[in-house]
């Protein structure tokens, strides 16, 4: 265990051995700023003033020479040699209503979703509770470093969750997708992420997601159900996929009652001969349905980076706030 000090007065918080200073102050009850948690983002960069870190992931795409040159390190990558000082700025709106802890999961189920994505359950040990929108880190046996994966169902019945995308030679997926059988147990810490849904908005709500982003949209969406934001506001559900063989039936994913009171549009970027829905890329497909309502909504948004800078960019043309974008950044 070290002792890690935010400079200049800030509070002293543990770190235990093999756990990074972001993950550490989160469960400490502080706020630090990060949105990815697997060293891309670079949300969490910190100065060391004093002690010695080692990042667990060497090669983190948000880390560069310079930053080692400055002293400056990633929260989530940064594992404590020693007791530290370390310099960030805080920011309360990060700061964990259910503080994230490290459980051994048992996986239950495996379900198809669509072509390419799985929903897979895991049985969560003692303390269950997220909030609609946020992710967890799942270390399948043998791979290096936790991947982000966000939880699509709701906390209070013992299990998560999530809704995976098959990444075509790719560590985790290929685990959890070629091997993971019920009964196996992992490790899944969280939960993490600040994109979770704003039950005391009165906007109507607007959802984007594209490929993997489906999971934390349809939480949300259920959500959303669940503290009867439904009876008075409207749902706008959309999902860009590429062709029709990789579309979902909203039903049978979302349930009846959700599906027949939100308002889903399927978008396809490569639409065949014959496909009547929207097509082209997602963010032009919520710019023309929504028009110039899309500056009043409340947004949610997940996916790959590309999707999601551009959904950003076409909802900050249209107007909309900053504060009423919510996204974790996916990689
Ligand atoms: C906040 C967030 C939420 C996400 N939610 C979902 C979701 O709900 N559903 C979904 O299908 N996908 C989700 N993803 C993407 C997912 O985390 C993986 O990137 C994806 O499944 C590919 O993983 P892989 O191991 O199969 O592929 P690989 O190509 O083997 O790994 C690539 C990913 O793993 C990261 N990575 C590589 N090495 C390490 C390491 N040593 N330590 C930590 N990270 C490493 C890379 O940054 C890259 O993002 C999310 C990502 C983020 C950041
Ligand atoms: S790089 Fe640490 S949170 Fe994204």
């Known amino acids: 265990m070290t002792k890690i000090k935010i400079h200049p007065d800030g509070p002293v918080f543990d770190c235990r051995e093999g756990d990074t200073i972001l993950r550490a102050a989160l469960r400490a009850g502080l706020g630090m700023p990060y949105s990815c948690n697997v060293g891309s983002c670079g949300n969490c960069r910190f100065e060391l003033l004093d002690g010695e870190v080692l990042h667990q992931r060497t090669d983190a795409p948000a880390w560069s020479e310079r930053d080692l040159k400055r002293n ?12 530290c000082t370390i310099k960030f700025r805080q920011d309360p709106s990060t700061v964990c209503r259910d503080r994230p802890e490290i459980r051994t999961a048992e996986l239950v189920s495996i379900t198809p979703v669509t072509r390419d994505i799985n929903e897979f359950t895991f049985r969560i040990p003692a ?12 270390t399948p046996p043998d791979v290096e470093g936790g991947r982000a994966y966000s939880m699509a169902n709701l906390a209070g019945d013992g ?8 990444v075509p030679g790719g560590a985790a997926t290929g685990c959890l997708f070629e091997q993971a059988t019920p009964g196996d147990e992992m490790t899944i810490d969280g939960p993490y992420g600040t994109a979770w849904l704003r039950a005391d908005s009165e906007r109507d709500i607007v959802l984007a997601a594209g490929g993997s982003g489906l999971s934390p949209m349809v939480s949300i969406a259920r959500g959303a159900l669940a503290q009867g934001m439904l009876d008075n506001q409207t749902l706008h559900f959309f999902y860009g996929a590429r062709t029709s063989s990789d579309l979902f039936d909203p039903e049978a994913v979302l349930g009846k009652e959700l599906a027949g009171k939100i308002r889903f549009t399927a978008a396809l970027s490569e639409a065949e001969t014959g496909w009547s829905g929207p097509s082209g890329l997602l963010p032009n497909v919520i710019a023309q349905t929504m028009g110039p309502a899309l500056c009043e909504q409340e947004l949610y948004f997940a996916g790959p980076p590309a999707m999601s800078a551009a959904i950003q960019k076409t909802a900050y043309e249209a107007g909309l706030q900053m504060d009423r974008m919510h996204f974790d950044e996916f990689f």
């Open 72 to 83: 400056r390190w990633l929260g989530c990558q940064a594992a404590p040699k020693s007791d």
């Open 159 to 166: 299990t998560w969750s999530f809704m995976i995308k098959r």
């Open 127 to 138: 303390q269950d509770g997220f909030r609609p929108g946020q992710y967890a880190l799942i």
